[in-house]
């Protein structure tokens, strides 16, 4: 699931609410859900996203997603390839330049890769997002628009999951994803303590560290999106900090950008009892839950294992409200269940509350769950179905408005802190 501006959240909320319009209630459905849609509140802001991240979160422990909901999700796609917050009629033709958004479309293309059987839509997204990279390398919120660390993260996601080398992906003017999401990293001419986060987007004003941002790019400088392998090598090894010796301003190569990010959150995290804080415009000072749980994935991924596990473990407390704050959520349940499974927990046992059993209670029923799954919160992913075209492979913030109820860090709930 850090917003930049109260201006350019007012704004979004308005292109989106143009664009979306509230879910039609199916029969076969509880209450106030449109069929094959997990989650009851209105989708306009995050039907896509939170969609996505649900079908990941149970691929990843072993459940098979309902057919409904995956058909859901692909009904989802608009005819060039790209995906909207949320399309209430299908039938509609979406609007290019404001409807569709590469972090949908990029977690929409994880999602379906991951749970196999797509592989024209997820073809389709992946060409999406090639002729949408700005020449910088990276990607904006829309087509055309600035590139910012977020998006540009979710688009490397995107292209993992589909067995794709992002450093290869080279745009016009011959930058790669990894120039563009370097170039937003805090270097040795930064704060001592915001060095080696990451900015949100360089285009208006002085880049500002950004720790939603700097999760999202901290995953993706590995190559890896919301769902990986580790190997568990170097598990007790702290990330290393930006070297600032010898004259150099920043990390000279993807993977020493990413370490330097994790040692920035893990720093920042050791200040706040392993938590990150919400930054949300006039909001109080309190936890955010999903980027927290942003960051956890990030230090999996980086193989730090023992790290990952102080956020986790006051994630887990009943003290911390993120069991609260979850509940009835799937996008925020999500997140939660993505954190214990890369970081090596048991989602079904998270501070005594089986986060998959209410996932799949929020959505249609699914179709099966491995047997054992999870048990020994060290679950193996099952074999993933091959499509006809064979997208396979192992993977893997939506908006401002949906935030109180939703608190999604990957997209928009947690993008673009302090950037007044």
């Not at 664009?19 to 989650?39: I, K, M, T, W």
């Not at 074999?383 to 935030?403: L, N």
Request: overall charge neutral; charged content about 20%; glycine content about 14%.
């Amino acid at each position: 699931m850090n917003i930049r501006r109260s201006v350019a959240a007012l704004s979004l909320c308005a292109a989106l609410g143009a664009a979306a319009a509230p879910a039609a209630v199916a029969d076969d459905s509880p209450a106030g859900r449109s069929e094959g849609l997990y989650g009851a509140k209105d989708p306009k802001f995050d039907g896509v996203w939170r969609q996505s991240l649900a079908l990941l979160a149970q691929d990843a422990v072993g459940v098979t997603p309902a057919k409904s909901a995956i058909d859901w999700l692909t009904g989802q796609s608009c005819a060039d390839g790209g995906f909207a917050a949320y399309r209430a009629d299908t039938s509609k033709a979406c609007d290019p330049k404001k409807g569709e958004f590469t972090d949908a479309t990029a977690a929409a293309i994880q999602a379906l890769a991951a749970v196999g059987g797509r592989a024209d839509t997820v073809e389709k997204g992946i060409g999406w997002l090639k002729r949408h990279q700005n020449d910088d390398g990276g990607w904006g919120m829309n087509p055309g628009g600035p590139s910012d660390a977020n998006s540009t993260s979710a688009a490397i996601g995107a292209f993992a999951a589909t067995g794709q080398d992002p450093a290869k992906l080279n745009a016009k003017g011959g930058k790669s994803p990894y120039d563009a999401l370097l170039g937003l990293q805090l270097g040795c001419s930064a704060k001592a303590d915001e060095r080696g986060a990451f900015a949100y987007t360089a285009d208006k004003g002085k880049p500002v560290a950004n720790e939603l941002a700097t999760a999202s790019a901290a995953l993706a400088a590995q190559g890896k999106g919301f769902v990986f392998e580790t190997v568990g090598k170097d598990g007790g090894a702290e990330p290393k900090p930006l070297r600032c010796a010898g004259g150099t301003d920043g990390a000279g190569s993807p993977k020493d950008a990413a370490e330097a990010a994790l040692a920035h959150l893990s720093r920042v995290m050791s200040d706040t009892d392993m938590h990150l804080k919400s930054a949300m415009p006039g909001a109080k000072d309190q936890p955010d839950f999903g980027g927290t749980a942003d960051a956890v994935v990030a230090l999996a991924a980086g193989e730090h294992s023992a790290t990952a596990g102080k956020p986790l473990q006051w994630l887990q407390g009943k003290d911390s409200g993120a069991a609260a704050w979850a509940k009835g959520d799937p996008g925020a349940l999500a997140k939660l269940i993505l954190a214990a499974h890369a970081a090596g927990a048991n989602p079904r046992d998270f501070g005594g509350a089986d986060l998959v059993q209410q996932l799949n209670a929020a959505g249609p029923k699914p179709e099966a769950a491995a047997p054992g799954a999870e048990s020994d919160g060290k679950s193996e992913k099952s074999e993933k179905k091959s499509d006809d075209g064979g997208v396979g492979g192992v993977w893997w913030t939506v908006g401002v408005c949906a935030i109180a109820g939703v608190g999604i860090g990957f997209l928009l709930s947690g993008r673009k802190r302090r950037q007044l």
